[in-house]
């Protein structure tokens, strides 16, 4: 019959094992999500994919996730930078496709036009362009691949398009 001490003992290294093994289990969950942020951040892809706009299947430009991208009329950036979609009450409607001051821009053989970064000052973030046309989500699509609910939609002082390759 084992000693209580004993016992104890084997018990306490139990449980310094198992704590040992959560902790390399947390650190590894901790090393990959870092390694997925900056590969995340390493470059902004823009391709096609098929949306439902006003009930027909459509060819529109999408980010990573497959999400449809939208422009508001009226808006350009260029010699002249134009926007109207310009604070947090159209923002939450229609958050801005961000990317990092370094992130490369690439798109894929479907997508025309050239891709550029806009400088939020105020909202200190970079946000993707498309020929000069700044790029949006629309949040009511909720990330749902397919999905172009934001189509024709008249706010914020022009009109939502979903945007073309």
Request: proline share 4%; with cysteine.
């Amino acid at each position: 019959m084992p000693s209580p001490r004993s016992s104890r003992g084997e018990r306490f290294g139990v449980h310094r094992t198992v704590r040992s093994k959560a902790l390399v289990l947390g650190l590894a969950i901790f090393a990959l999500a870092a390694m997925s942020a900056v590969a995340v951040a390493a470059s902004t892809t823009l391709s096609t994919g098929k949306a439902s706009v006003n009930r027909k299947s459509r060819t529109v430009v999408v980010n990573s996730g497959g999400a449809t991208l939208y422009t508001l009329s009226g808006e350009s950036v260029g010699k002249v930078t134009r926007l109207k979609c310009v604070n947090s009450s159209c923002f939450n409607f229609w958050p801005p496709y961000k990317t990092t001051r370094t992130a490369k821009l690439t798109k894929t053989a479907g997508v025309k036009g050239t891709l550029g970064k806009l400088h939020r000052i105020k909202g200190k973030f970079y946000q993707v362009t498309l020929n000069g046309r700044p790029l949006y989500m629309f949040a009511f699509d909720k990330g749902k691949r397919g999905s172009a609910k934001g189509e024709g939609i008249k706010s914020f002082g022009g009109v939502w398009h979903v945007a073309s390759p």
